[in-house]
């Protein structure tokens, strides 16, 4: 997926205001498409992955700037999508499994 920079700008608009952008439609369908008895709750989903992203964004960025400004460590590009891919991906899987614990007792 190509990211283009009016969506960037569209999402560092959200990100400022602490406002929850639209899914994009595609995104939206594939979901729909590859689980279709979930489709109602695509909304809801997106909305916590939306803040789940934005806390993790924040403050690896807030540590970043501090390792920077007492102890003057640069980090490549690279370095920089690891360190915000790996907690958002944990932390998102740690989101999957309480869930479906959760829906798994509830059908009990």
Known sequence: MVVQPAQLLA???A???????????????????LFPDTAGEIGRAW??????ACSICFATLWARRNRWVHHHEETTA??????LRQ???????AVAV???RFN???DD
Do not use: Y
């Open 11 to 13: 999402h560092k608009a």
């Open 15 to 33: 990100v400022l205001s602490r406002t929850v952008p639209d899914l994009p439609l595609g995104v939206r369908a594939e979901i729909g498409r």
């Open 47 to 52: 909305v916590r992955i939306w803040w789940i």
């Open 78 to 83: 690279d370095q920089a999508k690891s360190e």
């Open 87 to 93: 907690p958002l991906l944990r932390q998102l899987q």
């Open 98 to 100: 309480r869930e479906h």
């Open 104 to 106: 798994h007792d509830g």
